[in-house]
């Protein structure tokens, strides 16, 4: 049982619809994992991305991690009975040598890997992820399970901003999303103000919407504005101020009484340890963001979610960051509270699969072998000209 073969590719993703609107040069890797097993003649090939936000990290993978792949020894990659891939023993391959902290950029070189081989181990198994994660984990799930999602988005327009927003959010209504998410935190708190309103009148109320401050705020800035959104009882009010920066967050979390949303912004289990401990969170009320890929893949989300559960946090707190097909399997797989979609940022991962509708807020999990990056026709045409066919 080996990888043969591994390829990456960084590409750019827009945080806007519209790609020409500047949005910061984000980029991410697409990565292909060949494996020696072959299914109808062809060789199982997984796929996977470096999620959103953090950049593309071609280099660590090609010059640290990937190798380590392509040389270990068969056994170390596979499972018990020797006929599949077994992605925690490929973690661990992964992380050999690897010391504690510095995580980093290295924690997302090794989760977009990690997503990869999550796919090519589920194809082997001829089974979607979120069975094959299960099953894997000893868990029951449901047949064709629904996953509560929102709708991401709702970043500041260069023109027209309010009119923008107020469009997109309707969009999203449209859908069938009953809840989203916009940013806040750019520009003074009165024009944020218009925003929320802007947006929340497109839903049902402002406690179907979320507000992301993208870690903008300092110790006084974010006193102030959790004054001054307290009032709107928002579905909840995500990174606040810098992601270590645990005393202005256990302030905030002090006088705001509407949920707070964290995590996103921090790669580790012991970093999420360190929230739980100072950051003043309510597990009674507040939400955990992490991102899977970014916390160094599923084996390092497990550890997070098992940590943090075992100190009192409900499973149904946490809300997996990043938009993506992944963490629609991992949400039904581990019964978690919900997952991001991005209905029109960051293309070509944006929306569901093909065909995929939500319903009440509610939708399903590609139901094909893997993840199902073949059914995003978006997101398979991107990987397909990343890695053309030898």
Known sequence: MRITNIRERSIHVSRYEDPSIPSGGLTTSLLEVTTDVVLAGKPVVGFGYASIGRFAQGGLIRERFAPRLLNAPADSLADDAGANLDPLRAWVVMMTGEKPGGHGERCVAV???DMAIWDAAAKIAQLPLYRFLADRLGRAVA??????VYAGGGYRYPHD??????????????????????????DRLDQDRRRIEAAAAQLADAGHLAVDAMNTYDADTGRSAAAALDAYGLWWFEDICDPLDFATQASIAAIYDSPIAAGEALFSQAEARLLDLHGGLRCDRDVLVFDPVHCYGVPGYLRIVDTLSA???PRHAFWPHGGHLFSLHLVAALGLGGAEVSPFAFQPFRGLADGARVE???AGVPEVPGIGFETHREAWQAFREAFPSR
Not at 143 to 148: E, K, M, Q, Y
Request: hydrophobic share 40%; glycine share 10%; aromatic share 10%.
């Open 111 to 113: 989760g977009a890997l």
């Open 161 to 186: 901003d309010l009119a923008r927003l107020s469009d997109e959010i309707r969009r999203f209504a449209d859908l069938s999303y009953t809840h989203a998410k916009i940013k806040i935190g750019s």
């Open 360 to 362: 009440a807020g509610m």
């Open 143 to 148: 047949d064709f399970p629904r996953v509560r």
């Open 311 to 313: 100190n009192g946090w």
